[in-house]
């Protein structure tokens, strides 16, 4: 059975302890909750809170001593492993540091291998109205990285303030699945209860299960039904996989008028856009799944562009890779084999990786094969489906990609049969079973 888990994340000093508090307290002698805590410093202050305040609370592990985004990934995969393998509670909550970004924890999570024991829920972003700022890069990224938000401290809020707020959230897109308005953290008794899926009842959009067994047809929406306009919505599952270079064909085509769309895409999580014929895609901290609406002419043949669409998704395929492949701007490929790394390089991990093992080569020499130039972007993917964010080039450093241990395939418990591995102070990447890297 899979055990929930709840992120409760946002920006610092909001009321994310306060609200996970109450959370767990409501349920009090009803379950038994496990709580993680990232404190960013090492003085551990707010799971000292927690551990003190909290009812119903079988244990409270700290992560200290930095974002588990960025200097912890692994401590977080391993303290909850420990929880499902020794606690056993019924549910897990995690605070992320107050400088955290919840697409990182819930990356981290698949990334770890713990999918397929977990039940995410939806990600509880916290804000403080008289706080928030838009335009502050990490604020933004909680913000669209929420699914449920978390209005707070809404007694000391001045009007002008909830206004803004409110305006926000009428027209983001894709809208949060709800949207609560609070003081001192209390939140509804059902919150753990609720779903990552759409509620059916607040939007006309046909639905793909996670596992992709897509299904729909075009509708009009009131907005936008006039006589010569027709426009449709999509929503799969987060599992499905976009080709990007394939979707990007699709959006070319004239007859698109406006489009809009989150992806799961082989390049990462993408945001894409086409308006007065333009394309633009860039990154998104959205996670929940891959989605979209789409507005032609009546003329137009929607279903064929549609089934263009569904074309350009493919569940990637998950096993043990015999190779690493390489893929450029101009889509040339090139497979690299255990033998082929061995012969860029066989460095000792021990020596640039404390308490890791095993033989790997400068992650760059291997990019180099593709005469990439110093400011090309490169994403990693792994066997799961998941990728990197976009890194550039001469940001790889001393990233290693280990590829044997002791002569032998690095086995799958320690990530093989391919890795990433970072030193201490590199670009943050760390990916197990890659599969392949590709230039954009």
């Given at each position: 059975?899979?055990?929930?888990?709840?992120?409760?994340?946002?920006?610092?000093?909001?009321?994310?302890?306060?609200?996970?508090?109450?959370?767990?307290?409501?349920?009090?002698?009803?379950?038994r909750a496990a709580l993680v805590v990232n404190d960013f410093g090492e003085a551990a202050i707010d799971a000292s809170r927690l551990g003190g305040e909290t009812d119903g609370a079988e244990r409270v592990l700290n992560i200290p001593g930095g974002c588990v985004c960025c200097t912890a990934p692994e401590g977080l995969v391993r303290v909850v492993g420990e929880l499902l393998d020794v606690t056993r509670p019924d549910r897990i909550y995690i605070e992320p540091s107050g400088l955290g970004r919840p697409r990182d924890v819930v990356d981290m999570l698949v990334r770890g291998g713990l999918?397929?024991?977990?039940?995410?829920?939806?990600?509880?972003?916290?804000?403080?109205?008289?706080?928030?700022?838009?335009?502050?890069?990490?604020?933004?990224?909680?913000?669209?990285?929420?699914d449920v938000l978390v209005v707070n401290r809404i007694d000391l809020a001045s009007e002008a303030a909830l206004g803004r707020i409110r305006e926000a959230v009428r027209t983001k897109w894709p809208p949060f699945l709800r949207v609560i308005e609070t003081s001192h953290g209390a939140l509804p008794a059902d919150v753990p209860d609720w779903s990552r899926a759409e509620p059916a009842q607040d939007h006309g959009h046909d639905h793909d299960d996670d596992h992709g067994h897509g299904h729909g047809h075009g509708h009009d929406h009131d907005a936008d039904s006039t006589v010569n306009?027709?426009?449709?919505?999509?929503?799969?599952?987060?599992?499905?996989?976009y080709d990007w270079r394939a979707l990007n064909d699709v959006l070319q085509?004239?007859?698109?008028?406006r489009f809009k769309g989150m992806?799961?895409?082989?390049?990462?999580?993408?945001?894409?856009?086409?308006?007065?014929?333009?394309?633009?895609?860039?990154?998104?901290?959205?996670?929940?799944?891959?989605?979209?609406?789409?507005?032609?002419?009546?003329?137009?043949?929607?279903?064929?562009?549609?089934?263009?669409?569904?074309?350009?998704?493919?569940?990637?395929?998950?096993?043990?890779?015999?190779?690493?492949?390489?893929?450029?701007?101009?889509?040339?490929?090139?497979?690299l084999t255990r033998g082929g790394l061995a012969r860029l390089g066989a460095l000792d991990v021990a020596a640039s990786v404390p308490g890791r093992v095993g033989t790997a080569v400068l992650l760059r020499d291997v990019v180099g094969l593709l005469s990439a130039p110093s400011d090309a972007r490169v994403v990693l993917s792994?066997?799961?489906?998941?990728?990197?964010?976009p890194i550039r080039v001469d940001a790889l450093g001393d990233a290693l990609l280990v590829y044997a241990l002791d002569g032998q395939p690095l086995p799958k418990g320690q990530g093989?049969?391919?890795?990433?591995?970072?030193?201490?102070?590199?670009?943050?990447?760390?990916?197990?079973?890659?599969?392949?890297?590709?230039?954009l």
């Open positions: 059975m899979r055990i929930p888990v709840h992120i409760v994340s946002g920006f610092l000093g909001v009321g994310k302890t306060t609200t996970l508090t109450a959370l767990v307290a409501a349920r009090a002698g009803s379950e999918a397929s024991r977990v039940d995410l829920r939806p990600v509880i972003v916290v804000l403080d109205p008289e706080k928030f700022d838009a335009s502050d890069p990490l604020m933004h990224e909680q913000w669209e990285g929420g306009f027709h426009s449709a919505s999509r929503i799969v599952g987060p599992s499905e996989v085509d004239a007859a698109i008028l992806f799961h895409s082989d390049i990462g999580w993408i945001r894409v856009d086409r308006a007065g014929g333009v394309v633009e895609q860039r990154g998104t901290p959205w996670r929940r799944d891959s989605r979209f609406d789409l507005i032609v002419a009546t003329s137009t043949d929607l279903e064929g562009i549609l089934a263009k669409v569904e074309a350009a998704r493919s569940r990637p395929a998950v096993g043990e890779p015999d190779g690493v492949e390489l893929v450029d701007a101009d889509a040339n490929r090139m497979e792994a066997a799961d489906g998941m990728i990197t964010e093989g049969p391919f890795r990433v591995l970072v030193p201490a102070g590199g670009t943050c990447a760390n990916v197990k079973a890659l599969t392949r890297i590709r230039i």
